[in-house]
T-cell receptor, first 112, second 114 residues
Framework: GQNIDQPTEMTATEGAIVQINCTYQ??????LFWYQQHAGEAPTFLSY????GLEEKGRFSSFLSRSKGYSYLLLKELQMKDSASYLC?????????????FGGGTRVLVKP | NAGVMQNPRHLVRRRGQEARLRCSPM?????VYWYRQLPEEGLKFMVY????????ESGMPKERFSAEFPKEGPSILRIQQVVRGDSAAYFC????????????FGPGTRLLVL
């Protein structure tokens, strides 16, 4: 079976750093994705990790440890527009055609 | 280069009616995925299609739901005899080939069943 856990909600202050953790237990692993989703909008791609380590893209970084079944998304220099849900998704290796299994999402609220 | 298009963006149906949701993938993309997002929940995979073929429908409810992706035209997700529990946002995503990791999502169709 597939199980992906992430916190439901986090609050942070503008300019600060927030780390969103994601743990997964899946029947195989072929990559982990982070998406951002503003209320009422489509998920937009943020990052992809398939090997252990840190991937940095501007203010956003994503880390993966396959042995621990663990990833985090790091958001630096938070801006008000970063208030959104952040979705962790895993692509199981045995899945046909790259379908994704999503966690429940973490709603991040950035306060002034 | 237009992104993934979905229509309608909002759809209201009464219990027992049919809902048809359309998804036009990005140009050159021949793989389409449908996901459902219930209020306050994450996305759940429903079905994966290539042109004229259903590849994986393991996430589709066994009854009332069907999907197609014809040779010409958009992919269609069809829900017959809708019930209140079908109220959700339905997203489609597309990729050009299986070697492409990233799925690009459309804006979704928000279905409300009265």
């Amino acid at each position: 079976g597939q199980n992906i856990d992430q916190p439901t909600e986090m609050t942070a202050t503008e300019g600060a750093i927030v780390q969103i953790n994601c743990t997964y237990q899946t029947s195989g692993f072929n990559g982990l994705f982070w998406y951002q989703q503003h209320a009422g909008e489509a998920p937009t791609f943020l990052s992809y990790n398939v090997l252990d380590g840190l991937e940095e893209k501007g203010r956003f970084s994503s880390f993966l440890s396959r042995s621990k079944g663990y990833s985090y998304l790091l958001l630096k220099e938070l801006q008000m527009k970063d208030s959104a849900s952040y979705l962790c998704a895993v692509r199981p290796i045995k899945a046909a055609g790259n379908k994704l299994t999503f966690g429940g999402g973490t709603r991040v609220l950035v306060k002034p | 280069n237009a992104g993934v298009m979905q229509n309608p963006r909002h759809l209201v149906r009464r219990r027992g009616q049919e809902a048809r949701l359309r998804c036009s993938p990005m140009k050159g993309h021949s793989h389409v995925y449908w996901y459902r997002q219930l209020p306050e929940e994450g996305l759940k995979f429903m079905v994966y299609l290539q042109k004229e073929n259903i590849i994986d429908e393991s996430g589709m409810p066994k009854e009332r739901f069907s999907a197609e992706f014809p040779k010409e035209g958009p992919s269609i997700l069809r829900i017959q005899q809708v019930v209140r529990g079908d109220s959700a946002a339905y997203f489609c995503a597309s990729i050009p080939t299986l070697s492409q990791e990233t799925q690009y999502f459309g804006p979704g169709t928000r279905l409300l069943v009265l």
